[in-house]
């Protein structure tokens, strides 16, 4: 699909999903392990499941009755590259920002020393 | 509207966003918003280390369109547009910006909201990322990206190694 990682992040932008996700990342569980920390109805997790499930998060056991949960780290790996490159862009960004303004002052300070010498010079005059 | 969702939200928490990043400029706070807003100042900048911004136009105002194509040291143009959503000089920018692929499509939409605070006559600045969109294209062109500038750095050391050569 497309707009993979637009679903990664669109899963990832909800505080209960990432907790979710959070639980997983220390083993399988079930729906009902899942719903434990949260007060939230049965079918309000099943959404949010869902939504993990469809993003490729996480992945639902078939054997087992009880179907447990079990996280799908390449998304994850997707979307913490990008936003890794994503921050070397701003990084580099901003240390041109950082030289470029000490650039400006300096040429602030100069520009008002000339004033100041400019003033003197006519007051003799 | 999710953009307007995001700006507007009383309990703005840092999970709420995709990455945060603050750093401190030693200028004071107008001069560091002045740099972000006028465009000759931004050409100087914007963009990874030995990039050029070849356009780079901005209408400052709500609603005004921001259009940048940025020339990584191998020549290639990575063009991009965007929009600014909110202005308050000297303290806040928020705009979406998006990245734009060989055809004009966009492969990925960041809201950026850029605070500038004043500490003592220097600048702490956040700047808070909300992806919206990103396409599968997204990774890869982030990845070229970084290539230009590797490669800038690489002719920079290869240059700082042949002057000692010569000096010695």
Redesign the interface.
Known sequence: MNDRLSETFGALADPTRRAILARLASGEASVTELASPFAMSMPAISKHLKVLERAGLIARGREAQWRPCRLQAAPLQDVAGWVDHYRRFWEESFDRLDDYLQELKARDSKSKAKEKKHVRTKRKD | MSAQNARTSSTMQS??W??V?T?V???PRE??FK?WTETK?VA??????GFTNPVCEMDVRAGGAIRIHMRAPDGVVYPMTGVFQEIAAPERLVFLCSALDDKGNSM?D?LSTVTFAEERGKTA?T?Q?R??????A??QY??G??MG?MQSLDRLGELLRSISRMTQ
């Open positions: 999970s709420e995709d990455l990043m750093r400029f030693d200028a001069l560091v740099a100042h100087q900048w914007w963009g990874p280390k990925f960041v600045l700047l990322l992806v919206m969109k990103a396409t599968a997204a990774p982030l990845k990206m970084e500038w």
